[in-house]
């Protein structure tokens, strides 16, 4: 039985379930260490992978003539419209508005990225140092695209659903995309249950995101409850770009949000995991 079900964030498309679930079994053993000590046993978790998704055909393995190299598949180098670019500007401009990154030291000039980015990259490189700055732009960027594209949502959300009904988990930790995927599903479905819902590092709060969320039929308001979710806990660094615009209370009230500090890698996935926080929610959640 599946205690824990997992949904990742974005750029996993090389790689695959089974090494992200090596990766967030040790990552959830220390935070439930954290909470109960080392005597405590972390429960069992899977983790729904849906990152193939976003790579294309011509990166699974096409056969090439002598002399012909192939293309490097890169979500920058996805197309990009006008409404990409309003959606991204959007999301820089809050940023921009964010206090977690007023006392940052000025970043050492914007990242080398496609042309079209390369304005909001300039910007972005006043508050964040460079690695950040593709971090941020890379996640929101896909998100865009699972917020655009309905047919890759939907497979992505039946899957999860799927997936989530046959393990019948009494815990799902969402990530970065995972908890717009998660909200997403569970905005839209009607008979799914879910004990314990735990985001880390989500984009949700941004107004870009809500403005794009998916509505179910006849919902007047982009902040739908969820009405499946016993209890929903949200934890974010402050200094995660990508969760920039802070707690979710303010859209769903049912929400408790906490902070954590994450270091040099403040989005990643195992500094979320490791706190104390998530690994006293997950045991909560499996006990109750």
Not at 59 to 86: T, Y
Not at 230 to 253: C, E, F, T
Request: charged share 20%; net charge negative; no cysteine.
């Amino acid at each position: 039985m599946t205690l824990v079900l997992g949904l990742h964030g974005i750029l996993q498309e090389q790689r695959g379930r089974r090494q992200l679930l090596e990766a967030w079994q040790s990552g959830l053993a220390d935070g439930v260490e954290a909470a109960a000590g080392s005597s405590a046993v972390s429960p069992s978790l899977d983790i729904y992978f849906y990152g193939r998704q976003f790579l294309p055909a011509s990166a699974q393995g096409v056969r090439q003539p002598p002399g012909k190299g192939g293309d490097v598949a890169d979500v920058l180098d996805a197309p990009v419209d006008g409404d990409d670019l309003e959606f991204l500007e959007d999301a820089v401009a809050e940023i921009e508005g964010a206090s977690a990154f007023d006392d940052l030291p000025p970043a050492m000039g914007a990242p080398r990225i496609p042309t079209a980015f390369q304005p909001l990259a300039r910007r972005l490189s006043r508050r964040l140092e460079g690695g950040l700055v593709l971090q941020f732009l890379r996640v929101l960027r896909q998100v865009k695209i699972y917020l655009s594209d309905n047919a890759v949502a939907e497979q992505i959300r039946a899957g999860f659903l799927a997936h989530l009904n046959d393990a019948r988990p009494r815990v799902v930790i969402a990530h970065s995309l995972g908890s717009v995927v998660a909200v997403d599903a569970l905005r839209l479905s009607s008979d799914s249950n879910v004990p314990m819902l735990i985001t880390v590092g989500s984009p949700l709060g941004m107004r870009a995101v809500q403005s794009r969320l998916r509505r179910p039929t006849g919902a007047a308001e982009a902040a739908v409850a969820l009405p499946d979710v016993s209890r929903w806990l949200n934890v974010y660094d402050p200094g995660d770009p990508v969760a920039a615009a802070g707690g979710l209370s303010r859209i769903w009230p049912v929400v408790e949000d906490y902070t954590v500090g994450n270091g040099k890698d403040p989005h990643g996935i195992l500094g979320y995991l490791g706190k104390q926080v998530v690994g006293q929610a997950v045991l909560d959640g499996v006990a109750d």
